[in-house]
């Protein structure tokens, strides 16, 4: 069981060589978190950002954030993202 969670485990999928090359491709990456998650995804993305890093995917390509908040009640983060976001894919 936990082999095949891994194996669709963000940060170890951007290890291997194809979803590496698919990621450093994107045009634009949201990767954001609440500092007090309490799932504890603020883990996770810092993670995952690290992963991106090394991956090789360009830092203008990569907007990452922990900000002062749990996990529920983000929804005014929303805006943020999809602007960011579409300013990048258009």
């Known amino acids: 069981m936990w082999e095949r969670w891994l194996a669709r485990d963000p940060v170890v999928m951007a290890a291997e060589p ?6 450093r491709s994107m045009r634009a990456i949201w990767v954001d978190a609440g500092d007090r998650d309490e799932y504890y ?3 996770g993305a810092v993670a995952f950002h690290r992963a991106l890093e090394a ?6 390509r990569v ?10 009640g983000i929804e005014y983060r929303y ?5 960011w976001l579409s300013h990048r894919l258009t």
């Open 63 to 72: 907007h990452f954030e922990l900000f002062e908040a749990g996990h529920g």
């Open 79 to 83: 805006p943020l993202a999809l602007a």
């Open 41 to 43: 995804l603020d883990f």
């Open 18 to 23: 194809r979803h590496a090359e698919a990621l």
């Open 55 to 60: 991956a090789g995917v360009p830092g203008e």
